[in-house]
């Protein structure tokens, strides 16, 4: 298969010509399909592109509530007291995609995907991996290498791992919707935080079933995406104080992602 290579001026010219393409692509598909995935990409490299497509999408040149998409890449081990901390700080991709795409969007996309590096206790996941060295293998190379953890472990935690993700992000959508509410009720809305560690131990999300942990997750994160589709417009910019944090406005993309 021939590579077609494009000539541009500078990086705003790059920026521009790679949206088009982006653009011309995700409206062709939207001729067959009522819904795309999109795999995006994180680094300096996109972002230009990102701001592009998000204006074009906020234009009407697409409908951005129709597409679905996955991020590859998170760290594991980022500073921060906890989960939530960790997932914001501003070397994480998350934050990086809610500031670069996510948050720009006026009509958000169905679904987002960034993998929960920072949900993953750094020291016991290393522990656990000197400890059980046949429960895992390396894929790729060199700079693209990365851990497997096989489906069957002898490590407890490498087997539950997962079921604490999903854990994290049920605790977040019962957090968030109660703040989305009252949000619109009063202003400035100053609320507690919580402690997403102590969450997951109490709910014993290892001992549950996988079936009832995604339909719980489902069922939230549908209802929670119908609550901020119904905030009025003059609500998205109510300030919100959650535990010691400085104020956050409650049209945040960050919703997005905590939700999904």
């Known amino acids: ?27 062709e598909l939207f001729k067959k399909r009522k819904e795309i995935v999109l795999g995006l990409a994180t680094g300096n490299s ?16 697409f409908d951005s509530a129709r597409i679905r998409s996955f991020n590859l890449d998170e760290y594991v081990g980022l500073p921060g007291e906890n989960v939530q901390q960790r997932l914001m700080h501003p070397e994480s991709y998350c934050y990086f995609m809610i500031q670069e795409l996510f948050g720009l969007l006026k009509r958000k996309f169905i679904e987002t995907n960034v993998p929960f590096g920072s949900l993953i206790d750094q020291k016991t996941l290393i522990k656990e991996l000197r400890r059980y060295p046949g429960d895992w293998t390396y894929r790729g190379t060199d700079a693209g290498k990365s851990i497997a953890i096989k489906q069957k472990t002898g490590s407890q935690y490498l087997a539950w791992v997962r079921k604490e993700i999903l854990g994290h992000l049920i605790d977040s959508a019962v957090n968030n919707h109660q703040r ?58 109510t300030p919100c104080i959650v535990g010691d944090r400085p104020a956050a406005r409650s049209n945040g993309g960050c919703t997005t992602i905590f939700a999904t």
Do not use: C
């Open 180 to 237: 989305f509410v009252r949000a619109q009720i009063a202003s400035p809305l100053v609320g507690p935080g919580y402690d997403q560690e102590a969450w997951v131990s109490l709910h014993r999300y290892r001992e549950r079933p996988w079936a009832d942990l995604v339909v719980l997750w489902a069922a939230l994160n549908g209802h929670l995406a119908a609550v901020i589709e119904a905030v009025p417009a003059e609500k998205r910019q």
């Open 46 to 61: 996109p972002t230009g592109m990102y701001k592009h497509l998000a204006q074009a999408a906020n234009n009407g040149e």
């Open 1 to 27: 298969m021939p590579i077609k290579v494009v000539i541009t001026n500078d990086f705003a010219h790059l920026s521009k010509i790679a949206a088009d393409i982006v653009k011309e692509k995700i409206v």
